[in-house]
């Protein structure tokens, strides 16, 4: 049974960080890509930021230079780590797995989700 178990959303200022972690278990291809991506009220969900199994990273540009998505190894354990965020930045954050191949940052290539975390920036 996959899992994927996001957490570290919550309230923050424009302009501030925060920092997010998935926790995948029950997974055991390593080798498969994990993505944040991201959907607010009345829209569609889009990929943020992408992790291949061999650090190779891809970012949408509304997030270039803002968010660097990162693996801890030894906690088995990915993490977006988010910077001078705006307003436009709030939505639920989810992770997903289980890539199916084309776009790293289109939804419908992924067949594994969390329950996600809400960002809020004001």
């Known amino acids: 049974h996959v899992q994927l178990v996001e957490s570290g959303g919550g309230s923050v200022q424009a302009g501030g960080s925060l920092r997010l972690s998935c926790a995948p278990s029950g997974y055991t291809d390593s080798t498969n890509i994990i993505t944040w991506f991201r959907q607010a009220p009345g829209k569609e969900r889009e990929g943020v930021a992408a992790r291949d199994f061999d650090g190779r990273t891809t970012y949408a540009n509304s997030v270039k230079g803002r968010f660097t998505i990162s693996k801890d190894n030894a906690k088995n354990t990915l993490y977006l780590q988010m910077s001078s965020l705006k307003p436009e930045d709030a939505a639920m954050y989810y992770c997903?797995?289980?890539?199916?191949?084309?776009?790293?940052?289109?939804?419908?290539?992924?067949?594994?989700w969390g329950q996600g975390t809400q960002v809020t920036v004001s």
């Open positions: 997903a797995t289980g890539w199916y191949g084309g776009s790293r940052l289109q939804a419908s290539n992924f067949r594994y």
